[in-house]
């Protein structure tokens, strides 16, 4: 049975969207490998965009614990609640909702323990005004490219070269990665999906 007029979509593809051409003037998206919950629950495979960390895997650059450590830091980052200013959601707004979790712990400890982790990851690599604490705020923190890093930000206001960058990344996220091999086990766990 066709849905529309214009197409020849079916009943079966037509929740089935494709990125749009807009869209994919922005860079590689893809769907991941396996079904994660959508904001309902329901099992789905969405586009994602294609991040730093794994076009880095993919090459070879970086390995799988590196990875898993750059996905760490993203998830505490946020968490933290550090990326730049953004609009409310209202679609998230809690009314009525108690100030602690079921732990008992309130959600702004949660904030300003993820925080402190933060900070202490960002240390360990050499600070935040170091290339590696610069790169890892800026490029897993707050998202951003690593070519827009190194053309814009760059270390102490000097561009760097998209090769060095690159290096620097890497350096970095071995430096997170043996950071976070001394800790102990944490409550953030960060699946494939990137959902904590």
Not at 16 to 25: D, I, K, M, N, S
């Amino acid at each position: 049975m066709a849905i529309s007029r214009r197409g020849s979509r079916t009943a079966a593809n037509a929740d089935q969207v494709e990125p749009t051409a807009e869209r994919l003037r922005h860079g590689a998206v893809e769907r991941p490998e396996r079904a994660i919950a959508d904001a309902a629950g329901q099992p789905s495979r969405p586009y994602r965009a294609v991040d730093t960390l794994a076009i880095m895997q993919r090459r070879g650059s970086i390995s799988s614990g590196m990875r898993q450590a750059g996905e760490d830091f993203r998830a505490r980052f946020m968490f933290a609640q550090l990326d730049p200013l953004r609009a409310l959601d209202p679609s998230h707004l809690r009314f009525g909702e108690p100030g602690r979790r079921r732990g008992g712990e309130a959600v702004g400890v949660r904030i300003e323990q993820a925080r402190d982790a933060v900070w202490r990851a960002i240390q360990a690599v050499g600070g935040i005004a170091s290339p590696a604490g610069s790169c890892l705020w800026h490029v897993l923190g707050w998202e951003r490219s690593l070519k827009e890093w190194a053309l814009e930000q760059g270390w102490s206001g000097r561009r760097v070269s998209q090769e060095a960058a690159s290096g620097i990344l890497v350096a970095a996220l071995g430096a997170l990665e043996a950071h976070y091999g001394r800790l102990p086990k944490s409550h953030f766990y960060v699946d494939k999906s990137g959902s904590i």
